[in-house]
């Protein structure tokens, strides 16, 4: 039998890859930047599986292009760039990599909650730009305690959760919204479930951990942010456009919110002449947040396990699309 055929759209940390070339026809596009579309159609056309990335859409103009289609392996949690429900329709199983990024992911938040909190960013430049004139002086950087304020946790899932956690260990009270119930959040750090106006308005740090659905966007508006106090911050390391940018930017602006915490952005590279990127209480990062070594490498080893369960004929251990099985059944292929 010969080898199913991958493309895979980037170079992926080198173990995962190395499995997919040994058990594959595999074909790697070899720059930096991400393939244009065009080139995701052109690759697709004779192939049996993507191993895609966040940045690559993936709807019905690849899916018509590509007749020997049947799976996506896509390398990151979130997958609001996969047309899931026309992949299933079309019998294409769609996986992720979820759990091995939790604790890289919750991290981050962190990181950016704190150097908001404690103006980390602006105290570097501070130094860096010959501002520190005067040794000590009372009013010099102020910022905000993090330990024994409040957290509010919009999306208690597994990175919700994972921020919890490290809340714990500041002596935070914990306030969570979810549309699932989540009783571990209670029962495992005594959070305390609202809604998403009370979480708003009680919170001295907002964090952000939903994934982009069609309810989810803009789950952040110019209406939810006026019910935030004026000292509290915002973390986003979920998805752009769960925050509405601009009404982000109006709140910023007019000093009716602290400051914010940005790894995502509407549009992905945001551009230069985003006015939130000159704000000095806004802390920004090019969505890196499960960027570590350590988890990079096993999400790309988690994509290689993906297409070599499928083809080898098993459900892919991470497959987000189970109504698959009933359209197009498993089989072996190698
Ligand atoms: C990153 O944003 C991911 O979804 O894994």
New binding site residues.
């Given amino acids: 039998m010969p080898k199913p055929k991958v493309y895979v759209t980037r170079e992926l940390p080198e173990r995962g890859l190395k499995i997919i070339k040994e058990r594959f026809d595999a074909k790697v596009w070899p720059e930096y930047a991400p393939p244009p579309k065009k080139t995701i159609i052109e690759k697709a056309k004779d192939v049996d599986a993507l191993a895609t990335l966040?940045s690559d859409k993936i709807d019905a103009e690849v899916f018509d292009a590509a007749p020997k289609l049947r799976m996506i392996a896509q390398?990151?949690?979130?997958?609001d760039n996969v047309d899931v429900q026309e992949a299933t329709k079309r019998g294409i199983y769609v996986s992720?990599?979820?759990e091995v990024?939790t604790d890289t992911?919750a991290d981050f938040a962190w990181a950016l909650l704190m150097a908001l909190a404690r103006r980390v960013v602006e105290a570097d430049k501070y130094v860096r730009t010959g501002r520190w004139k005067v040794g000590w002086h009372p009013a010099m950087l102020q910022g905000r305690d993090v330990y024994g304020a409040t957290i509010g946790i919009v999306g208690a899932g597994r990175i919700g959760y994972a921020v919890a956690k490290r809340a714990t260990g500041f002596s935070m009270k914990i306030l969570f919204y979810d549309v699932i119930p989540r009783p571990e959040m209670e029962k495992d750090f005594g959070a305390k479930k609202v809604d998403l106006d009370t979480l708003l308005k009680q919170s001295d740090f907002v964090s952000i951990h939903v994934p982009l659905m069609k309810e989810t966007h803009h789950l952040i508006n110019a209406e939810k942010l006026r019910l935030m106090k004026k000292t509290a911050y915002l973390i986003n390391?979920?998805?752009g456009p769960v925050v509405d940018e601009k009404a982000l930017y109006d709140a910023l602006n007019e000093g009716r919110i602290a400051g914010a915490g940005l790894?995502?952005f509407e549009q992905e590279p945001t551009p230069l002449d985003n006015p939130l990127l000159k704000l000095d209480n806004v802390v920004v990062a090019p969505?890196i947040?499960?960027a570590s070594y350590e988890t990079r490498s096993k999400?790309a080893e988690m994509v290689a396990d993906n297409l070599i369960a499928f083809f080898g004929g098993k459900k892919p251990p991470n497959l987000v699309n189970p109504d698959v099985l009933k359209v197009r059944p498993l089989t072996k292929q190698f």
């Fill in positions: 966040l390398l990151a949690v979130g997958f992720n990599t979820p990024l992911t390391n979920s998805r790894d995502v969505h947040s499960s999400m």
